[in-house]
Antibody, heavy 119, light 106 residues
Framework: QVQLQESGPGLVKPSETLSLTCAVS?????????WGWIRQPPGKGLEWIGS???????YYNPSLKSRVTISVDTSKNQFSLKLSSVTAADTAVYYC????????????WGQGTMVTVSS | DIQMTQSPSSLSASVGDRVTITCRAS??????LNWYQQKPGKAPKLLIY???SLQSGVPSRFSGSGSGTDFTLTISSLQPEDFATYYC????????FGQGTRLEIK
């Protein structure tokens, strides 16, 4: 059974870098699929942040592109998100998810982790 | 960027009702349209992919249709566990979600 688990600080100061990790269990991250980050501000809708593909290619939301980096660590079977220069507007629940090439959809999601940006 | 617009934003219905939610893309996205269900405090769950294909394990009362710019999600007979928020998502050009439709009990 494939499971994804987000981890990282729950509180980040303004102007600093938000760093989260998604640990994948039950499947080798290097074997296929693509991997993504999605966030949801409190009481609001879902926003795709970016994805990393089996080839190593990355795609980011244009509105966040200048601040986002997504990377994979195959030795630890996990992938990571870094979002720089955060503000209160980046306060949200952050989800990691697995993307299926055939369905072209995110079929398995982590439980989400709340990140608050505040001094 | 492709914008996704859902209607209505919220909807009240009763158990047993037939419900339809609409999603419109700002340009043609062929059938690259997915639907998710999200319950409070939980991660979204994939219901429908490629506009009309039912994800494994999802009840057959859920169905999707459409292509191009106009899509619908239909729940044929609402069950108590279906009251949730529903999101469409395009996967034609990276990803964009609709703003969500909150389905409430009447």
């Amino acid at each position: 059974q494939v499971q994804l688990q987000e981890s990282g600080p729950g509180l980040v100061k303004p102007s600093e870098t938000l760093s989260l990790t998604c640990a994948v269990s039950g499947y080798s991250i290097s074997s296929g699929y693509y991997w993504g980050w999605i966030r949801q501000p409190p009481g609001k809708g879902l926003e795709w942040i970016g994805s990393i593909y089996h080839s190593g290619s990355t795609y980011y939301n244009p509105s966040l592109k200048s601040r986002v980096t997504i990377s994979v660590d195959t030795s630890k079977n996990q992938f990571s998100l870094k979002l720089s220069s955060v503000t209160a507007a980046d306060t949200a629940v952050y989800y990691c998810a697995r993307g299926d090439y055939q369905m072209d959809a995110f079929d398995i999601w982590g439980q989400g982790t709340m990140v608050t940006v505040s001094s | 960027d492709i914008q996704m617009t859902q209607s209505p934003s919220s909807l009240s219905a009763s158990v047993g009702d037939r419900v339809t939610i609409t999603c419109r893309a700002s340009q043609s996205i062929s059938s690259y349209l997915n639907w998710y269900q999200q319950k409070p405090g939980k991660a979204p769950k994939l219901l429908i992919y490629a506009a009309s294909s039912l994800q494994s394990g999802v009840p057959s009362r859920f169905s999707g249709s459409g292509s191009g710019t106009d899509f619908t999600l239909t729940i044929s007979s609402l069950q108590p566990e279906d009251f949730a928020t529903y999101y469409c998502q395009q996967s034609y050009s990276t990803f964009t979600f609709g703003q969500g439709t909150r389905l409430e009990i009447k």
